[in-house]
């Protein structure tokens, strides 16, 4: 059973603000991933973790940035949210044998 | 680099066979499959690590070729829960885990 949660699950927020998508682990994976999936679409990478204090870009040129302070919390964060961040974002940790993906924040910019 | 799935999508039967392929431009340390219901987020299927053997996971089956970073996932017999988008992703060894567009699955009684 996977123990990985995001918070919130929806979010309807204005152009402009910030805002910080949460995720945590309990099982105390090393790796930590986001994903950014529009509905029906393909995963795209936007950043990974592979401990605490290492973070790295992924594949898709994201405005986000995210921190990993402790092995079981991985934040997203964007300073300035556009209508064009509208999206679902999926957090997911990796651990053997392979990986665990949260229920996703779907996120709305107006 | 994110790998490339084919088929785009596949229509079966229930009790028929498909393959779903997927390759890389790099060297592989190891390929997942994951598949995704409407709504739902990936579910884990299996990994296939270099070196390692063919996977199993009831009537789905996976192999993994490394000299030409290729693997195939093998649903047999397939059964109406089987529908779904199904993803690959490959990592270089440096935790780096991409996925494919995904192959839609649809399986028709």
């Known amino acids: 059973e996977a123990d990985i949660y995001q918070t919130p699950r929806y979010l309807v927020i204005g152009t402009g603000k910030k805002i910080t998508l949460e995720c945590s682990q309990t099982?105390?994976?090393?790796?930590m991933y986001w994903y950014q999936q529009d509905p029906g679409m393909e995963l795209h990478l936007i950043h990974y973790s592979y401990g605490v204090n290492s973070t790295e870009k992924g594949d898709l040129s994201s405005e986000s940035t995210v921190s990993r302070i402790r092995t079981e919390h991985f934040p997203l964060t964007l300073e300035s949210a556009r209508p064009s961040h509208t999206s679902q974002y999926l957090c997911?940790?990796?651990?053997?044998?392979?990986?665990?993906f949260g229920s996703g924040t779907r996120l709305t910019v107006v | 680099q994110q790998p490339v799935q084919s088929p785009q999508a596949v229509i079966l039967r229930e009790g028929e066979d498909a393959v779903i392929n997927c390759s890389s431009s790099?060297?592989?340390?190891?390929v997942h499959w994951y598949r995704q219901k409407h709504g739902e987020a990936p579910v884990f299927l299996m990994i296939l690590l270099k070196g390692g053997e063919q996977k199993g996971h009831e009537k789905i089956s996976a192999s993994f070729n490394e000299k030409k970073q290729q693997s195939s996932l093998y649903l047999t017999a397939s059964q109406l829960s089987y529908s779904g988008t199904y993803f690959c992703?490959?990592?270089?060894?440096?935790?780096?885990?991409?996925f494919g567009a995904g192959t839609t699955v649809t399986v028709r009684a």
């Open positions: 790099k060297a592989l340390y190891s």
């Open positions: 997911a940790s990796s651990g053997p044998p392979g990986m665990d």
């Open positions: 992703g490959t990592e270089g060894g440096d935790y780096k885990l991409s």
């Open positions: 099982m105390g994976h090393d790796k």
